[in-house]
Structures are given as C-alpha cells and as structure tokens.
C-alpha cells in the first residue's frame, strides 16, 4: 500500500481524533500504541518503517504532536529503519479522546500514528444530594472531585439499591440539571431507605463516593410558588402586600407546606428574609422606604408528608415580582415640619413609644394579622392627626398673616 499523501490526511492531523485513521495506515508502526501515563511522566516512542516498504528509511522521519512539529533534538536514529522519539514531564492531554502523536515521512505524508492519554486518575466523587418531586421519582447531583480535571474521558455513574436487600442499579438519564447529574423516573419505593453512590472510571484508575443513605420522603421539594403578586396597601407608604398560589404538587400528595419570602430594593442585591411566614399563602412587608421599588421572590419547603416530622427541601425562588411603595406625604427634614407650640406638650415621646410598641409585635409576630390590625389603626390614626394638625396650622398662619397687614380699607 502506498504511503499516504500530504493535503487531506495532513490537515486533519493537525484538527481532529486521528485514531481511527491511523487503523488503516500500515507503512510503519509506532510503539508504543496508544499509551496511558500520568501526568508529569516520560515517554519513549519509536516509529518503524516496514521494510517491505520501496525506499523505507527512518533518514528524514519527523513528529508531529496536534498538528504542531516538534524540535529535531526530542528524535535520533536507532537503525536505518527506527527514529526515536524521547518526552519528558508530559503535560495533560489537551483533548480527552487523546492527543495525536504522528510519524512523518520527508515529504510531509502520515507513516503512523499514535494516540496519547496524559491526565490523572478520577478522585473521589463528593458533595452527593438528591431531591425528588413527585415521590415517585429522584434526581441527583454530585462534584466530581476536589480538583474535577482529570485530561482524560472519565465515566461517572450514579448507583443506588434498597438499603437491606435489592441488587445495584444504575441511574441511566444523565445531564439533566448539569453535567454531573442524573435523574431516576421511577419505580421507587417509598417508607425504605436507598443507597447512593456515584463511581467514576477512567483509564487510569476509578473512585468511589461515600455512601448516601436516604428516604424519598424525606428529599421531597416542589416547583416554586406561581402567581406571586406584590400590591400596595391603600396609602401606607412603608408596607407591601404579598399573595401567592401554593403549588400544584400539594393539591395532588398528603403534605403541607412552609414558606419563605425574600425582598430587596430595586438598586441593591442584598435580600433581607422573611423566615416566620408559616403555612400561610399571604403576607404584609413593614418598615419600607417609602417611595421605593421592591423585588419580591418567595419559596416553598413541604412537611408533613404522610406524617413524617422531617421538613422536604425548599424550592428555587419564584421569579423576582416587583412593586412600589406610594411616597410619603409628610415633609422630610427641612421641609417646613412645624414644631409644637410653647406650652403644649410634645407628642414626639408617645409616637416613639407606640412605634417601639409595634416594632416589637410586628418583629414577634410578622405576619400577624392581629399585629397588622393595630398597626394599620395607628398609621391612620397617625396620617389624620397629621393631616389635620397642618390644616388648623394653615389657618392660624393665614390669621397671622392678615392681622399683621391690618383691616382692609
């Protein structure tokens, strides 16, 4: 057979997996072939000429590792047919099917070639949770090891088995919430504790996690609350009203749910939490920045799932819901705020007190309605005794005024 030709077949050596392609090159061989080796090793190669090849002579030969010529002093001569190749402190593969280590002849055409694996035995895979959303399914994830690149295809499994009694299984639909994932549709049982593990296999070696042991019913999580709606509360300008549908999954199994609200301002990527929201599907935020806009996200733990005392997994946030809270009606500092008359007693010490009053409740108790009735009659309270405080200010300082420019004439 003759030596192939430059054009084509040199071109994809420097641009693809040549190992299919060098099968079918017979005019020399490359030992050794295909190689495993770690990381920092060395490597002696040798590139042989058949000597039924017309005019085959190791004179000329040259290297080529991914497409790219390697100096002549890595090679020398054995005999008239072998060229010696020498690598020392070996990088890791820059693709995991293999880098291409090819034979040249003079002229630039393939002799042979050679595919080498440079990388590291899998570690450990760690860091295993699992979550199910229908008790009939499980879907889990993993790190695949303290430092993750090994150079090399490395194969992760995900196996799992009843904890007493049952046969391994293996997990079979991969990549489904990222690249170490793998999700198990169905025939689980429930009240029986599973075995977790994951095993990741390469050509140099394999690793096993820890095992995990786990109830379906206690990985229970759901999707994230919808319909989350955000509203003002008539003219209070500090509070927001919160409201939101439970998700589906509750309606079609026996458990209840907690939730979580987080909020922050438009301008800012701090969250402040909302922890005591209990079961309930609503809730008012207070002490807000008047006039300011407010992201609202809220998520969803279940309990109680058929009797059981251990809490599910929350659920990914909802979608971030915005709304404002209206601007304040009272001067701010500067603006023209009368002060109290000589004589009349201050109101200041009372409103602090209250206000200190309904910070604590409102801090025991966050979405209390009790708490919020109080509060919300106070604040109206509150705005009338402000509104008509300014009103009787209005007409004494017009009183004032036409007493100073005296009776018309």
């Not at 910070?359 to 979405?367: F, I, P, S, T």
Request: aromatic share 10%.
């Amino acid at each position: 057979m003759p030596p192939p030709q430059t054009g084509l077949l040199g071109q994809l050596a420097a641009t693809i997996d040549l190992c299919f392609i060098f099968s079918l090159v017979y005019t020399a061989v490359i030992s050794p072939q295909d190689p495993t080796l770690l990381i920092g090793s060395s490597l002696q190669a040798t590139c042989s000429v058949h000597g039924d090849t017309p005019g085959a002579t190791a004179e000329g030969l040259y290297w080529t590792l991914n497409g790219r010529r390697l100096p002549p002093e890595l090679s020398r001569m054995l005999n008239a047919s072998t060229m010696a190749l020498a690598l020392a402190n070996l990088n890791g593969s820059r693709q995991q099917s293999g880098d291409n280590l090819v034979c040249h002849a003079r002229d630039g055409s393939i002799l042979a070639g050679s595919c080498l694996y440079v990388g590291l035995p899998p570690e450990k895979p760690f860091n295993i949770s699992c979550w199910s959303k229908n008790m009939k399914d499980l879907t889990c994830r993993w790190t695949p090891g303290a430092h993750g690149e090994t150079f090399l295809h490395t194969n992760y499994s995900l196996k799992y088995k009843l904890r007493w009694y049952g046969q391994d299984n293996t997990c079979e639909e991969y990549h489904t919430v990222g690249p170490h994932s793998c999700h198990i549709p169905k025939d689980l049982a429930l009240f029986t504790p599973y075995e977790i593990w994951v095993e990741a296999t390469n050509r140099l070696g394999s690793a096993r996690s820890d095992v995990l042991t786990l109830d379906i019913l206690d990985v229970v999580t759901t999707d994230p609350p919808p319909d989350v709606h955000v509203s003002r509360v008539g003219g209070l300008e500090d509070q927001l009203s919160v409201r939101w549908v439970s998700p589906p999954a509750l309606k079609d199994f026996l458990f209840q749910a907690k939730y979580q609200i987080r909020y922050r301002v438009e301008d800012s990527v701090d969250w402040k939490v909302v922890d005591d929201v209990s079961n309930q599907t609503s809730c008012r935020l207070a002490g807000l920045k008047p006039g300011t806009v407010y992201f609202v996200q809220v998520r969803c733990n279940p309990f109680g799932i058929y009797g059981s005392k251990k809490a599910g997994i929350w659920s990914e946030w909802s979608h971030p819901t915005a709304a404002s809270t209206p601007r304040s009606e009272r001067p701010g500092p500067g603006g023209g705020a009368c002060e109290p008359r000589g004589g009349e007693p201050s109101s200041g010490p009372v409103r602090r007190e209250l206000k200190q009053f309904l910070g604590w409740l409102k801090k025991h108790a966050y979405c209390s309605n009790l708490s919020f009735r109080l509060y919300d009659q106070w604040r109206a309270w509150m705005q009338k005794s402000h509104k008509t405080r300014n009103q009787d200010e209005g007409i004494l300082s017009s009183g004032r005024r036409g007493a100073a420019r005296g009776p018309a004439r």
